[in-house]
């Protein structure tokens, strides 16, 4: 269990914690709050390799539980203002990594 600033790899930008757990055959599981401050459609982009699942809310997100190539996952979701929970399962199995989670306002 680790605080970290952010989900732009799988260990969040910890060097030490990379050390640790290698580059393959590991997963990961992240719960985040974010306070929204505009109610709408925002959308949810997943950069992974290999599976992974996103729900903001309990609510499905963004899901590609498979093993694959680095792979943008897209959806649109309908936020409220106020807080929200995210929840984010990874797991990566050989060669290449990515991970690459975004929360943006629709235009």
Request: no cysteine; net charge negative; charged share 25%.
């Amino acid at each position: 269990t680790k605080t970290v600033p952010n989900f732009v790899d799988p260990w969040a930008g910890d060097k030490e914690l990379r050390a640790k757990t290698t580059t393959a055959h590991f997963g990961v599981l992240a719960t985040t709050h974010l306070a929204v401050e505009e109610a709408g459609t925002y959308r949810l982009s997943v950069l992974s390799d290999d599976g992974v699942r996103v729900t903001i809310d309990g609510r499905k997100g963004v899901e590609n539980w498979t093993w694959h190539a680095p792979t943008r996952d897209e959806a649109q979701v309908e936020l409220t203002k106020g807080p929200h929970t995210l929840e984010l399962e990874y797991f990566q199995i050989d060669g290449a990594y990515a991970l690459l989670v975004e929360l943006e306002k629709a235009k």
